[in-house]
């Protein structure tokens, strides 16, 4: 009996013992992890919590379990806070979740916010995530861009236009235009700038009466184009549109009245042929019904036999009256031949 006790006692105290060291085992285990967790966010948040950024540990493991780069963001939280701009942990996360540009957006905000301009992050996150470049449009804000009009990458060296007198001027501009940020998520972008200066600039053109006034005051051409609203519904506001070469290229108006000539000349031979071929028509007809008259002249002297023919036998005619007539007609055909020496006597046909 009393060494069934005392192996009781001693199963009891082992069993003891080992829950004892698995609990002991697993506050070690979760101790460790603490510590190297917190050893491995203690300089970031440290960082936060010393400029005010207020990240915590908390944060900073979350971030770390959802796969965003916390270093990144705490920088960031970092550099936004030390510029005054308001802007939550959760923002940047999110931001950084849907693929945005973190770095820049901060970046462009930052600027923005010393410049003086009204950039809110969400502003910000937006225009990036919608494929503009935040950081050169903020740029461009404080530095306005100069473009080329027309680009000289697309092949064409020159605008060119037409006065009134019939003078093309071959023109090269430069605009000078600043990015409005509150426009840029939806504005048009530089090729709308370049094709409308482009289209001012053919249309100033055109309306001059004669090109010398062109040539001698450039500035009537900006003057033209500015007064026609060109930045409408575009991320841009123009500052200035100068005309930095002007010069004369063909005369359009010479060259065009010479073809309509060579046209109306063509179209004057294509009548005149038109006419001839009309005629010579006109005379084959004319040649064919002379003909089909003879024929029937030949065909109604064919019946005078027949004729004298019947009256001889109906008795209406007799021998003399026949001699007679061939008498007049050999007195005719003697006269004939009188007034026609050299020609035929007579083409009728002898009667009988």
Same mark, same amino acid.
Request: charged content about 20%.
């Given at each position: 009996?009393?060494?069934a006790?005392?192996?009781?006692g001693?199963s009891?105290?082992?069993?003891?013992?080992t829950?004892?060291l698995i609990v002991?085992l697993?506050?070690?285990?979760?101790g460790?992890?603490?510590?190297?967790?917190f050893f491995s966010?203690?300089r970031?948040?440290i960082q936060?919590?010393?400029t005010g950024?207020?990240?915590?540990?908390?944060?900073?493991?979350g971030?770390?379990?959802?796969?965003?780069?916390?270093?990144?963001?705490?920088?960031q939280k970092?550099?936004?806070?030390?510029?005054g701009?308001?802007v939550t942990?959760?923002d940047?996360?999110?931001?950084y979740?849907?693929?945005?540009?973190v770095p820049?957006s901060?970046t462009?905000?930052?600027?923005?916010?010393?410049?003086?301009?009204?950039l809110?992050w969400?502003?910000?996150?937006a225009?990036d995530?919608a494929?503009?470049?935040i950081?050169?449009a903020?740029?461009t804000?404080?530095?306005?861009?100069?473009?080329?009009?027309p680009d000289?990458t697309?092949?064409?060296?020159?605008l060119?236009?037409v006065?009134?007198?019939?003078?093309?001027?071959?023109?090269?501009?430069?605009v000078?235009?600043r990015?409005?940020?509150?426009r840029?998520?939806g504005?048009a972008t530089e090729?709308?700038?370049?094709a409308r200066v482009?289209?001012?600039?053919?249309?100033?053109i055109?309306m001059?009466k004669?090109?010398r006034?062109?040539l001698?005051?450039?500035n009537?051409?900006?003057?033209?184009?500015?007064?026609?609203s060109?930045?409408?519904?575009?991320a841009?506001?123009?500052?200035?549109?100068d005309v930095?070469e002007?010069?004369?290229g063909?005369? @359009?108006?010479?060259?065009?009245?010479a073809d309509?000539?060579?046209?109306?000349?063509?179209?004057?031979q294509?009548?005149?042929e038109?006419?001839?071929a009309?005629?010579?028509?006109?005379?084959?007809?004319m040649?064919?019904?002379?003909?089909e008259?003879?024929?029937k002249v030949?065909?109604?002297?064919?019946?005078?036999?027949?004729?004298i023919?019947?009256?001889f036998?109906?008795?209406?005619?007799g021998?003399?009256?026949?001699?007679n007539?061939?008498?007049v007609?050999?007195d005719?055909d003697?006269?004939s031949? @009188?007034?026609?020496?050299?020609?035929?006597?007579s083409?009728?046909t002898?009667?009988?």
């Amino acid at each position: 009996m009393l060494f069934a006790l005392l192996a009781q006692g001693k199963s009891d105290n082992l069993f003891s013992s080992t829950l004892m060291l698995i609990v002991v085992l697993l506050v070690l285990l979760i101790g460790i992890f603490l510590v190297v967790v917190f050893f491995s966010f203690i300089r970031l948040w440290i960082q936060s919590l010393l400029t005010g950024a207020k990240i915590s540990i908390l944060d900073l493991v979350g971030m770390k379990l959802r796969n965003v780069d916390y270093g990144m963001i705490v920088r960031q939280k970092i550099a936004l806070v030390q510029a005054g701009v308001k802007v939550t942990t959760e923002d940047l996360e999110a931001h950084y979740l849907s693929r945005g540009n973190v770095p820049k957006s901060a970046t462009a905000v930052i600027a923005a916010h010393k410049a003086g301009m009204d950039l809110p992050w969400r502003t910000a996150a937006a225009i990036d995530l919608a494929g503009r470049d935040i950081l050169k449009a903020v740029q461009t804000s404080v530095n306005p861009m100069v473009i080329d009009c027309p680009d000289p990458t697309k092949g064409q060296a020159t605008l060119d236009g037409v006065c009134h007198n019939g003078i093309q001027l071959r023109a090269k501009a430069r605009v000078t235009v600043r990015t409005k940020l509150d426009r840029l998520v939806g504005g048009a972008t530089e090729e709308t700038i370049i094709a409308r200066v482009g289209e001012g600039i053919v249309k100033a053109i055109g309306m001059a009466k004669d090109h010398r006034e062109v040539l001698a005051n450039p500035n009537l051409i900006s003057q033209v184009v500015l007064t026609n609203s060109l930045d409408s519904q575009t991320a841009f506001e123009i500052v200035s549109i100068d005309v930095v070469e002007i010069f004369v290229g063909e005369n @359009i108006g010479a060259k065009l009245q010479a073809d309509q000539a060579a046209a109306d000349l063509r179209v004057a031979q294509a009548n005149a042929e038109q006419r001839r071929a009309a005629a010579v028509a006109r005379e084959q007809e004319m040649r064919a019904l002379v003909e089909e008259n003879r024929a029937k002249v030949v065909l109604a002297e064919a019946e005078v036999p027949l004729a004298i023919s019947h009256a001889f036998r109906e008795g209406h005619m007799g021998v003399m009256d026949y001699y007679n007539m061939r008498n007049v007609q050999s007195d005719t055909d003697m006269r004939s031949s @009188i007034a026609n020496p050299g020609g035929k006597a007579s083409d009728r046909t002898p009667i009988g």
